[in-house]
Protein backbone atom coordinates (compact mmCIF):
# COMPACT_ATOMS: atom_id res chain seq x y z
CA UNK A 1 0.00 0.00 0.00
CA UNK A 2 1.26 3.15 -0.71
CA UNK A 3 0.86 6.95 0.29
CA UNK A 4 -1.12 8.23 -3.01
CA UNK A 5 -4.42 9.17 -2.74
CA UNK A 6 -5.75 6.43 -5.10
CA UNK A 7 -4.35 3.70 -3.14
CA UNK A 8 -5.40 5.10 0.58
CA UNK A 9 -8.21 3.17 2.11
CA UNK A 10 -9.13 6.44 4.02
CA UNK A 11 -9.43 8.81 0.84
CA UNK A 12 -11.09 6.10 -1.27
CA UNK A 13 -13.37 6.30 1.94
CA UNK A 14 -13.97 9.91 1.92
CA UNK A 15 -14.32 9.63 -1.85
CA UNK A 16 -17.58 7.02 -1.96
CA UNK A 17 -18.69 9.22 1.00
CA UNK A 18 -18.88 12.52 -1.31
CA UNK A 19 -20.37 10.50 -4.48
CA UNK A 20 -23.20 9.76 -2.03
CA UNK A 21 -23.51 12.86 -0.14
CA UNK A 22 -24.11 14.62 -3.88
CA UNK A 23 -26.27 12.16 -5.21
CA UNK A 24 -28.58 12.41 -2.82
CA UNK A 25 -28.83 15.87 -2.60
CA UNK A 26 -28.91 16.51 -6.30
CA UNK A 27 -31.65 14.03 -6.32
CA UNK A 28 -33.18 16.44 -3.76
CA UNK A 29 -31.92 19.41 -5.65
CA UNK A 30 -34.04 17.71 -8.55
CA UNK A 31 -37.17 17.42 -6.14
CA UNK A 32 -37.19 21.21 -4.84
CA UNK A 33 -36.76 22.53 -9.08
CA UNK A 34 -40.19 20.49 -9.24
CA UNK A 35 -41.85 23.40 -7.62
CA UNK A 36 -41.39 25.73 -11.10
CA UNK A 37 -43.13 23.25 -12.95
CA UNK A 38 -46.02 22.53 -10.68
CA UNK A 39 -46.86 25.67 -8.99
CA UNK A 40 -49.79 27.85 -9.78
CA UNK A 41 -49.58 31.53 -9.56
CA UNK A 42 -51.59 33.26 -6.58
CA UNK A 43 -50.16 35.48 -3.83
CA UNK A 44 -51.54 34.19 0.05
CA UNK A 45 -50.08 36.43 2.56
CA UNK A 46 -47.89 38.06 0.55
CA UNK A 47 -46.34 34.77 -0.50
CA UNK A 48 -45.29 34.04 -4.33
CA UNK A 49 -44.70 30.38 -4.07
CA UNK A 50 -42.67 29.95 -7.25
CA UNK A 51 -40.28 32.65 -5.73
CA UNK A 52 -40.22 30.60 -2.57
CA UNK A 53 -39.15 27.62 -4.11
CA UNK A 54 -36.70 29.30 -6.20
CA UNK A 55 -35.13 30.58 -3.55
CA UNK A 56 -35.11 27.41 -1.59
CA UNK A 57 -33.50 25.58 -4.51
CA UNK A 58 -30.65 28.23 -4.67
CA UNK A 59 -29.92 28.03 -0.98
CA UNK A 60 -30.40 24.53 -1.09
CA UNK A 61 -27.59 24.71 -3.81
CA UNK A 62 -25.60 26.31 -1.90
CA UNK A 63 -25.99 23.88 1.31
CA UNK A 64 -24.76 21.05 -0.98
CA UNK A 65 -21.61 22.81 -2.28
CA UNK A 66 -20.61 23.36 1.56
CA UNK A 67 -21.51 19.86 2.79
CA UNK A 68 -19.74 18.54 -0.59
CA UNK A 69 -16.18 19.70 0.87
CA UNK A 70 -17.10 19.10 5.11
CA UNK A 71 -16.15 15.45 4.30
CA UNK A 72 -13.34 15.09 2.30
CA UNK A 73 -11.63 18.16 3.69
CA UNK A 74 -11.97 16.27 6.89
CA UNK A 75 -10.47 12.95 6.02
CA UNK A 76 -8.11 14.80 4.05
CA UNK A 77 -6.75 17.15 6.43
CA UNK A 78 -6.14 13.86 8.33
CA UNK A 79 -5.27 10.80 6.38
CA UNK A 80 -2.97 12.34 3.64
CA UNK A 81 0.31 12.57 5.08
CA UNK A 82 0.08 9.78 7.17
CA UNK A 83 2.98 7.58 6.67
CA UNK A 84 3.13 3.66 5.15
CA UNK A 85 2.78 2.28 8.27
CA UNK A 86 -0.61 1.97 7.85
CA UNK A 87 -0.27 -0.53 5.23
CA UNK A 88 1.79 -2.91 7.75
CA UNK A 89 -1.62 -2.61 10.72
CA UNK A 90 -3.86 -4.02 8.09
CA UNK A 91 -3.80 -6.37 4.65
CA UNK A 92 -4.05 -3.76 1.64
CA UNK A 93 -6.20 -6.90 -0.08
CA UNK A 94 -8.55 -7.10 3.18
CA UNK A 95 -9.48 -2.83 2.26
CA UNK A 96 -9.69 -3.41 -0.96
CA UNK A 97 -11.98 -6.44 -0.94
CA UNK A 98 -14.78 -4.17 1.97
CA UNK A 99 -14.23 -1.32 -0.54
CA UNK A 100 -15.83 -2.47 -3.15
CA UNK A 101 -18.25 -4.29 -1.29
CA UNK A 102 -19.32 -0.70 0.51
CA UNK A 103 -19.26 0.83 -2.77
CA UNK A 104 -21.52 -2.05 -3.70
CA UNK A 105 -23.91 -1.44 -0.81
CA UNK A 106 -23.37 2.20 -1.06
CA UNK A 107 -24.56 2.16 -4.32
CA UNK A 108 -27.67 0.44 -3.77
CA UNK A 109 -28.66 2.71 -0.48
CA UNK A 110 -28.01 5.84 -2.80
CA UNK A 111 -30.46 4.20 -5.85
CA UNK A 112 -33.33 3.57 -2.51
CA UNK A 113 -32.67 7.47 -1.46
CA UNK A 114 -32.97 8.98 -4.93
CA UNK A 115 -36.07 7.03 -5.44
CA UNK A 116 -38.40 8.93 -2.68
CA UNK A 117 -37.97 12.42 -4.19
CA UNK A 118 -39.90 11.03 -7.22
CA UNK A 119 -42.75 9.70 -4.74
CA UNK A 120 -42.04 13.40 -3.30
CA UNK A 121 -42.52 15.08 -6.34
CA UNK A 122 -45.38 13.41 -7.20
CA UNK A 123 -47.32 14.31 -4.15
CA UNK A 124 -45.85 17.95 -4.45
CA UNK A 125 -48.10 18.68 -7.40
CA UNK A 126 -51.15 17.92 -6.03
CA UNK A 127 -50.35 19.78 -2.84
CA UNK A 128 -50.91 23.72 -1.13
CA UNK A 129 -48.13 25.66 -2.98
CA UNK A 130 -48.48 28.48 -0.98
CA UNK A 131 -48.35 26.21 2.44
CA UNK A 132 -45.46 24.07 1.19
CA UNK A 133 -43.51 27.13 -0.09
CA UNK A 134 -43.53 28.43 3.79
CA UNK A 135 -42.67 24.54 4.98
CA UNK A 136 -39.73 24.76 2.02
CA UNK A 137 -38.59 28.38 3.55
CA UNK A 138 -38.17 26.78 6.80
CA UNK A 139 -36.39 23.83 5.79
CA UNK A 140 -33.84 25.13 3.77
CA UNK A 141 -33.26 28.00 6.32
CA UNK A 142 -32.88 25.67 9.04
CA UNK A 143 -30.20 23.93 6.80
CA UNK A 144 -28.22 26.92 6.00
CA UNK A 145 -28.25 28.37 9.68
CA UNK A 146 -26.41 24.60 10.97
CA UNK A 147 -24.31 24.63 8.18
CA UNK A 148 -23.48 28.29 9.11
CA UNK A 149 -22.90 27.50 12.69
CA UNK A 150 -20.38 24.25 11.34
CA UNK A 151 -18.59 26.40 9.68
CA UNK A 152 -15.13 25.51 9.02
CA UNK A 153 -14.57 23.96 12.49
CA UNK A 154 -15.23 20.47 11.17
CA UNK A 155 -11.95 20.88 9.44
CA UNK A 156 -9.80 21.79 12.35
CA UNK A 157 -8.74 18.97 13.68
CA UNK A 158 -6.47 18.10 16.70
CA UNK A 159 -4.75 15.39 14.95
CA UNK A 160 -1.96 15.43 17.06
CA UNK A 161 -2.39 11.94 19.06
CA UNK A 162 -2.85 10.26 15.38
CA UNK A 163 0.20 11.32 14.02
CA UNK A 164 1.93 10.58 17.21
CA UNK A 165 1.24 7.66 17.41
CA UNK A 166 1.75 6.76 13.08
CA UNK A 167 5.11 8.33 14.05
CA UNK A 168 6.10 6.14 16.86
CA UNK A 169 4.83 3.08 15.33
CA UNK A 170 7.08 4.56 11.55
CA UNK A 171 9.88 4.78 14.18
CA UNK A 172 9.96 1.31 15.73
CA UNK A 173 8.89 2.07 19.32
CA UNK A 174 5.82 0.78 19.46
CA UNK A 175 4.23 1.62 22.77
CA UNK A 176 0.59 0.49 24.10
CA UNK A 177 -0.96 4.06 23.80
CA UNK A 178 0.31 4.35 20.31
CA UNK A 179 -0.57 0.71 19.26
CA UNK A 180 -4.03 1.45 20.45
CA UNK A 181 -4.68 4.55 18.59
CA UNK A 182 -3.71 3.30 15.77
CA UNK A 183 -5.73 0.09 15.83
CA UNK A 184 -8.51 2.32 17.11
CA UNK A 185 -8.65 4.00 14.02
CA UNK A 186 -8.30 1.42 11.86
CA UNK A 187 -10.76 -0.61 13.05
CA UNK A 188 -13.33 1.95 13.19
CA UNK A 189 -12.48 2.29 9.16
CA UNK A 190 -12.79 -1.30 8.97
CA UNK A 191 -16.37 -0.69 10.89
CA UNK A 192 -17.67 1.76 8.04
CA UNK A 193 -16.45 -0.47 5.10
CA UNK A 194 -18.09 -3.68 6.54
CA UNK A 195 -21.77 -2.23 7.73
CA UNK A 196 -21.82 1.33 6.86
CA UNK A 197 -20.27 5.11 6.82
CA UNK A 198 -23.03 5.57 9.98
CA UNK A 199 -21.09 3.21 12.26
CA UNK A 200 -17.90 3.56 14.20
CA UNK A 201 -18.27 0.96 16.53
CA UNK A 202 -18.57 -2.93 15.35
CA UNK A 203 -22.21 -4.15 17.44
CA UNK A 204 -21.19 -7.47 17.59
CA UNK A 205 -18.47 -6.13 19.81
CA UNK A 206 -20.31 -3.68 21.91
CA UNK A 207 -21.71 -4.94 25.09
CA UNK A 208 -24.80 -2.94 26.34
CA UNK A 209 -27.75 -3.33 28.05
CA UNK A 210 -26.08 -4.77 31.77
CA UNK A 211 -28.93 -4.45 34.04
CA UNK A 212 -30.11 -7.82 35.39
CA UNK A 213 -33.46 -8.82 33.83
CA UNK A 214 -35.69 -11.20 33.50
CA UNK A 215 -38.64 -12.31 31.12
CA UNK A 216 -42.12 -12.19 33.57
CA UNK A 217 -44.48 -12.24 30.69
CA UNK A 218 -45.02 -12.77 26.93
CA UNK A 219 -47.67 -11.95 24.87
CA UNK A 220 -47.44 -12.19 21.13
CA UNK A 221 -44.39 -11.13 20.37
CA UNK A 222 -43.98 -8.95 23.15
CA UNK A 223 -41.69 -9.97 25.91
CA UNK A 224 -42.14 -8.33 29.44
CA UNK A 225 -39.12 -7.54 31.73
CA UNK A 226 -38.47 -7.15 35.42
CA UNK A 227 -35.39 -5.67 36.47
CA UNK A 228 -33.79 -7.37 38.49
CA UNK A 229 -32.49 -4.95 42.01
CA UNK A 230 -29.38 -5.16 43.95
CA UNK A 231 -28.73 -7.03 46.73
CA UNK A 232 -29.93 -6.34 50.15
CA UNK A 233 -31.73 -2.89 48.93
CA UNK A 234 -34.54 -3.50 50.79
CA UNK A 235 -38.55 -3.49 49.91
CA UNK A 236 -39.61 -1.81 46.81
CA UNK A 237 -41.33 1.96 47.11
CA UNK A 238 -44.01 3.77 45.33
CA UNK A 239 -45.91 1.73 42.58
CA UNK A 240 -44.50 -0.30 40.40
CA UNK A 241 -43.11 1.52 36.89
CA UNK A 242 -43.55 0.44 33.50
CA UNK A 243 -40.99 1.79 30.92
CA UNK A 244 -43.16 1.58 27.38
CA UNK A 245 -39.92 2.67 24.93
CA UNK A 246 -40.04 4.14 21.87
CA UNK A 247 -40.55 1.94 18.71
CA UNK A 248 -37.77 3.08 16.66
CA UNK A 249 -34.57 2.19 17.97
CA UNK A 250 -33.61 -0.67 21.11
CA UNK A 251 -34.44 0.20 24.38
CA UNK A 252 -30.99 -0.15 25.99
CA UNK A 253 -30.47 3.35 25.60
CA UNK A 254 -32.01 3.21 29.03
CA UNK A 255 -29.39 1.24 29.83
CA UNK A 256 -26.25 1.53 28.51
CA UNK A 257 -23.77 0.56 30.91
CA UNK A 258 -23.06 0.57 34.46
CA UNK A 259 -22.69 4.41 35.72
CA UNK A 260 -24.76 5.29 32.71
CA UNK A 261 -27.78 3.70 32.86
CA UNK A 262 -31.59 5.03 33.75
CA UNK A 263 -32.50 1.97 34.68
CA UNK A 264 -29.65 1.31 36.99
CA UNK A 265 -30.66 4.95 38.61
CA UNK A 266 -34.74 3.99 39.21
CA UNK A 267 -33.53 0.77 40.77
CA UNK A 268 -30.77 2.42 43.39
CA UNK A 269 -34.09 4.93 44.13
CA UNK A 270 -35.98 1.72 45.28
CA UNK A 271 -38.47 1.22 42.47
CA UNK A 272 -39.89 -1.73 41.10
CA UNK A 273 -38.84 -1.41 37.14
CA UNK A 274 -40.58 -3.35 34.16
CA UNK A 275 -39.80 -2.58 30.53
CA UNK A 276 -41.81 -4.13 27.58
CA UNK A 277 -39.74 -5.21 24.24
CA UNK A 278 -41.87 -5.28 21.54
CA UNK A 279 -39.88 -7.72 19.62
CA UNK A 280 -38.85 -8.07 15.99
CA UNK A 281 -41.11 -6.81 13.03
CA UNK A 282 -41.25 -9.57 10.16
CA UNK A 283 -40.87 -8.31 6.61
CA UNK A 284 -44.94 -8.09 5.52
CA UNK A 285 -46.00 -7.80 8.73
CA UNK A 286 -49.46 -6.05 8.38
CA UNK A 287 -51.27 -7.54 11.71
CA UNK A 288 -49.34 -5.78 14.29
CA UNK A 289 -51.58 -2.64 14.33
CA UNK A 290 -50.70 1.04 17.25
CA UNK A 291 -54.33 -0.13 18.61
CA UNK A 292 -52.90 -3.77 19.61
CA UNK A 293 -50.07 -2.02 20.69
CA UNK A 294 -52.01 -0.40 23.56
CA UNK A 295 -54.56 -3.19 23.77
CA UNK A 296 -53.66 -5.81 24.18
CA UNK A 297 -50.17 -5.48 24.73
CA UNK A 298 -49.73 -2.83 27.59
CA UNK A 299 -53.16 -4.01 28.66
CA UNK A 300 -51.75 -7.61 29.33
CA UNK A 301 -48.65 -6.15 30.79
CA UNK A 302 -49.91 -3.97 33.30
CA UNK A 303 -51.95 -6.48 34.12
CA UNK A 304 -49.49 -8.82 34.41
CA UNK A 305 -47.10 -6.64 36.93
CA UNK A 306 -50.58 -6.03 39.03
CA UNK A 307 -50.96 -9.78 39.08
CA UNK A 308 -47.51 -10.25 40.54
CA UNK A 309 -47.00 -7.26 43.16
CA UNK A 310 -50.38 -6.88 44.11
CA UNK A 311 -50.91 -3.29 43.38
CA UNK A 312 -54.01 -1.62 42.86
CA UNK A 313 -52.33 0.53 39.99
CA UNK A 314 -48.70 0.96 37.61
CA UNK A 315 -46.71 3.88 36.84
CA UNK A 316 -46.08 4.78 32.83
CA UNK A 317 -43.25 6.35 31.36
CA UNK A 318 -42.56 6.69 27.73
CA UNK A 319 -39.83 7.56 25.84
CA UNK A 320 -40.67 9.34 22.22
CA UNK A 321 -43.22 7.40 20.56
CA UNK A 322 -43.69 5.22 23.88
CA UNK A 323 -44.90 8.58 25.44
CA UNK A 324 -47.71 8.39 22.95
CA UNK A 325 -48.76 4.93 23.42
CA UNK A 326 -48.62 5.82 27.35
CA UNK A 327 -51.02 8.56 27.25
CA UNK A 328 -53.73 6.43 25.24
CA UNK A 329 -53.79 3.33 27.59
CA UNK A 330 -53.65 6.20 30.15
CA UNK A 331 -56.70 7.66 28.90
CA UNK A 332 -58.34 4.27 28.05
CA UNK A 333 -57.54 2.09 31.86
CA UNK A 334 -57.22 5.03 33.70
CA UNK A 335 -58.14 3.35 36.88
CA UNK A 336 -54.88 1.42 35.70
CA UNK A 337 -52.41 4.11 36.27
CA UNK A 338 -50.79 5.94 39.12
CA UNK A 339 -49.16 8.78 36.89
CA UNK A 340 -47.57 8.95 33.79
CA UNK A 341 -43.87 10.78 32.86
CA UNK A 342 -43.39 11.61 28.74
CA UNK A 343 -39.93 12.13 27.43
CA UNK A 344 -39.58 13.97 24.23
CA UNK A 345 -42.96 12.72 23.09
CA UNK A 346 -44.33 14.51 19.47
CA UNK A 347 -47.88 15.36 20.52
CA UNK A 348 -48.73 17.32 17.26
CA UNK A 349 -46.48 18.31 14.54
CA UNK A 350 -44.00 21.01 14.47
CA UNK A 351 -43.89 24.28 12.61
CA UNK A 352 -41.27 24.28 10.79
CA UNK A 353 -37.93 22.79 9.87
CA UNK A 354 -36.91 20.34 8.09
CA UNK A 355 -38.61 17.84 10.28
CA UNK A 356 -41.70 19.30 9.73
CA UNK A 357 -41.48 19.16 6.44
CA UNK A 358 -40.38 15.50 5.98
CA UNK A 359 -43.55 14.43 8.32
CA UNK A 360 -46.04 17.05 6.71
CA UNK A 361 -49.17 15.17 5.23
CA UNK A 362 -48.83 16.44 1.78
CA UNK A 363 -45.01 15.35 1.08
CA UNK A 364 -44.25 12.39 2.89
CA UNK A 365 -45.42 9.52 1.06
CA UNK A 366 -46.86 7.48 4.24
CA UNK A 367 -48.98 5.27 2.38
CA UNK A 368 -47.17 4.10 -0.50
CA UNK A 369 -44.59 3.37 2.18
CA UNK A 370 -46.74 0.90 3.96
CA UNK A 371 -47.88 -0.18 0.67
CA UNK A 372 -44.63 -1.02 -1.01
CA UNK A 373 -42.52 -2.78 2.02
CA UNK A 374 -45.63 -4.21 4.27
CA UNK A 375 -43.02 -2.10 7.37
CA UNK A 376 -41.21 0.76 8.14
CA UNK A 377 -37.47 -0.09 7.02
CA UNK A 378 -35.67 0.76 9.80
CA UNK A 379 -32.73 1.94 8.05
CA UNK A 380 -35.12 3.91 6.13
CA UNK A 381 -35.70 6.52 9.02
CA UNK A 382 -31.97 6.03 9.59
CA UNK A 383 -30.83 7.21 6.26
CA UNK A 384 -33.34 9.90 6.25
CA UNK A 385 -32.84 11.57 9.67
CA UNK A 386 -28.20 11.48 7.95
CA UNK A 387 -30.18 13.29 5.00
CA UNK A 388 -31.94 16.18 6.66
CA UNK A 389 -28.64 16.06 9.16
CA UNK A 390 -25.53 15.13 7.47
CA UNK A 391 -23.19 17.25 9.04
CA UNK A 392 -23.78 15.95 12.51
CA UNK A 393 -22.18 12.65 10.94
CA UNK A 394 -19.00 14.95 9.98
CA UNK A 395 -19.01 16.22 13.47
CA UNK A 396 -19.07 12.82 15.00
CA UNK A 397 -15.69 12.15 12.80
CA UNK A 398 -14.38 15.16 14.52
CA UNK A 399 -15.24 14.16 17.83
CA UNK A 400 -14.43 10.53 17.01
CA UNK A 401 -10.97 11.43 15.80
CA UNK A 402 -10.20 14.66 18.44
CA UNK A 403 -10.76 11.94 21.37
CA UNK A 404 -9.61 8.63 20.02
CA UNK A 405 -6.57 8.19 22.42
CA UNK A 406 -9.22 8.71 25.32
CA UNK A 407 -10.46 5.30 26.79
CA UNK A 408 -13.53 6.76 28.57
CA UNK A 409 -14.92 8.80 25.93
CA UNK A 410 -14.19 6.54 22.75
CA UNK A 411 -15.66 3.59 24.97
CA UNK A 412 -19.09 5.84 25.56
CA UNK A 413 -18.87 6.86 22.58
CA UNK A 414 -18.92 2.89 20.99
CA UNK A 415 -22.20 1.97 23.21
CA UNK A 416 -24.15 5.24 22.06
CA UNK A 417 -23.25 4.79 18.20
CA UNK A 418 -24.39 1.00 18.28
CA UNK A 419 -27.59 2.39 19.81
CA UNK A 420 -28.46 5.00 17.39
CA UNK A 421 -27.42 2.28 14.62
CA UNK A 422 -29.45 -0.65 16.06
CA UNK A 423 -32.76 0.46 14.10
CA UNK A 424 -36.11 -1.26 14.43
CA UNK A 425 -38.42 -2.24 11.50
CA UNK A 426 -41.53 -0.84 12.62
CA UNK A 427 -45.02 -2.60 11.43
CA UNK A 428 -46.54 -0.58 8.61
CA UNK A 429 -50.24 -0.13 10.42
CA UNK A 430 -48.41 1.23 13.61
CA UNK A 431 -46.60 3.56 11.92
CA UNK A 432 -48.88 4.89 9.51
CA UNK A 433 -51.32 5.31 12.39
CA UNK A 434 -48.81 7.05 14.00
CA UNK A 435 -48.25 9.59 11.57
CA UNK A 436 -51.69 10.17 10.96
CA UNK A 437 -53.18 10.44 14.02
CA UNK A 438 -50.15 12.68 15.03
CA UNK A 439 -48.74 14.72 12.00
CA UNK A 440 -50.50 14.63 9.74
CA UNK A 441 -54.46 14.98 11.12
CA UNK A 442 -53.70 16.07 14.55
CA UNK A 443 -56.48 13.93 16.16
CA UNK A 444 -54.13 12.90 19.04
CA UNK A 445 -53.82 16.22 20.50
CA UNK A 446 -57.35 16.81 19.81
CA UNK A 447 -58.28 13.48 21.64
CA UNK A 448 -59.95 12.00 18.81
CA UNK A 449 -57.96 8.70 18.23
CA UNK A 450 -59.69 5.66 18.56
CA UNK A 451 -58.40 2.92 19.73
CA UNK A 452 -60.62 -1.11 18.75
CA UNK A 453 -63.50 1.24 18.02
CA UNK A 454 -62.98 3.49 21.68
CA UNK A 455 -62.09 7.14 21.45
CA UNK A 456 -58.96 7.69 23.60
CA UNK A 457 -58.84 11.20 24.92
CA UNK A 458 -56.09 11.92 26.66
CA UNK A 459 -57.90 14.95 28.14
CA UNK A 460 -59.29 11.92 30.38
CA UNK A 461 -55.71 11.53 31.48
CA UNK A 462 -56.28 12.86 35.02
CA UNK A 463 -53.25 11.40 37.13
CA UNK A 464 -50.42 13.05 37.67
CA UNK A 465 -48.49 13.66 34.22
CA UNK A 466 -45.01 14.97 34.22
CA UNK A 467 -43.62 15.87 30.49
CA UNK A 468 -39.84 16.45 29.98
CA UNK A 469 -39.33 17.77 26.20
CA UNK A 470 -35.65 19.15 25.04
CA UNK A 471 -34.16 22.89 23.97
CA UNK A 472 -32.27 21.43 21.12
CA UNK A 473 -34.67 18.20 20.05
CA UNK A 474 -34.96 18.82 16.15
CA UNK A 475 -36.50 15.29 15.97
CA UNK A 476 -39.18 16.31 18.15
CA UNK A 477 -39.12 20.10 18.71
CA UNK A 478 -40.53 21.57 21.94
CA UNK A 479 -43.45 22.97 20.83
CA UNK A 480 -44.65 19.72 19.61
CA UNK A 481 -44.29 18.25 23.41
CA UNK A 482 -45.28 21.06 25.15
CA UNK A 483 -49.04 21.20 23.99
CA UNK A 484 -49.56 18.41 26.10
CA UNK A 485 -49.88 20.81 29.15
CA UNK A 486 -52.95 22.05 27.89
CA UNK A 487 -53.61 18.35 26.28
CA UNK A 488 -54.68 16.18 29.48
CA UNK A 489 -56.92 17.38 32.52
CA UNK A 490 -54.83 16.57 35.34
CA UNK A 491 -54.36 18.65 38.03
CA UNK A 492 -50.97 17.81 39.23
CA UNK A 493 -49.39 18.54 35.44
CA UNK A 494 -45.66 19.27 35.68
CA UNK A 495 -43.29 20.38 32.39
CA UNK A 496 -39.60 20.70 32.34
CA UNK A 497 -37.55 21.90 28.71
CA UNK A 498 -33.87 20.21 29.17
CA UNK A 499 -31.12 21.81 27.78
CA UNK A 500 -30.56 19.47 25.67
CA UNK A 501 -31.13 17.37 22.07
CA UNK A 502 -33.28 14.69 21.92
CA UNK A 503 -31.12 11.81 23.74
CA UNK A 504 -29.14 14.03 25.84
CA UNK A 505 -31.23 13.20 29.40
CA UNK A 506 -30.16 9.56 28.56
CA UNK A 507 -26.17 10.25 28.00
CA UNK A 508 -25.16 13.60 29.34
CA UNK A 509 -23.76 13.86 33.14
CA UNK A 510 -25.05 17.20 33.15
CA UNK A 511 -28.22 16.63 32.95
CA UNK A 512 -28.32 13.44 35.85
CA UNK A 513 -29.73 16.04 37.93
CA UNK A 514 -32.87 15.39 35.61
CA UNK A 515 -32.66 11.79 36.64
CA UNK A 516 -33.85 12.34 40.15
CA UNK A 517 -36.44 14.73 39.25
CA UNK A 518 -37.81 11.60 37.22
CA UNK A 519 -37.79 9.21 39.71
CA UNK A 520 -38.87 11.16 42.70
CA UNK A 521 -41.83 12.34 40.29
CA UNK A 522 -42.53 8.04 40.12
CA UNK A 523 -42.20 8.14 44.16
CA UNK A 524 -44.87 10.71 44.18
CA UNK A 525 -42.82 13.83 44.99
CA UNK A 526 -42.99 16.90 42.85
CA UNK A 527 -40.07 17.60 40.36
CA UNK A 528 -37.81 20.86 41.35
CA UNK A 529 -37.02 21.83 37.95
CA UNK A 530 -39.78 22.53 36.40
CA UNK A 531 -40.53 25.09 33.45
CA UNK A 532 -43.21 27.13 32.26
CA UNK A 533 -44.73 25.48 28.87
CA UNK A 534 -45.94 28.04 27.32
CA UNK A 535 -42.08 29.59 26.97
CA UNK A 536 -39.17 28.64 25.60
CA UNK A 537 -36.83 28.63 28.34
CA UNK A 538 -34.82 25.08 29.50
CA UNK A 539 -33.38 24.26 32.71
CA UNK A 540 -30.30 23.31 32.68
Not at 486 to 503: A, K, M, R
Request: hydrophobic fraction near 40%; charge should be negative; aromatic fraction near 8%.
Amino acid sequence: MNDSNGDNPFIAMAELWTQGAKAYTQSMQSFIDAANDVAKGGHADGVDPVKAAQTTAKQWAEAVTKLSALGPQMLESLFKDLPRTVGDRIDAQTFSQMGRMAEARWEEDIRRLSEIPVELTEHFAATDMERVARLLSSMSAEYIRDLEQVGGMATKLNVEPIVNAFMQLANGKSDERSVKIVDRLLKSTVTKLKYGTEYFADPEETEVGQSPRVAVHEIGKATLYRYTPPEDSGERKGDPLLLVYSIINRPYILDLVPGYSFVEHLLSQGLDVYLIDWGETEPGDRTTTLDSYVDPVIRSCVGAIKDRTGAERVSLFGHCIGGNMALLYASLYPEDVARVLTLTTPITAGEGGVVALWTDRDLFPVDTVVETFGHMPAKLIRYTFIALKPYYEVLKWKMYIENIHDDAVIDFFHVVDRWANDNVDLPGEVFRKFVVEVFHEDRFRRGETRINGRVADIGAVTCPVYNLAASKDWIVPPASTSVLADSVGSDENFYTLIDGSHVAIMIEPRLRHHWTDMSDFMLGRAPTNVSDPHRGDADA
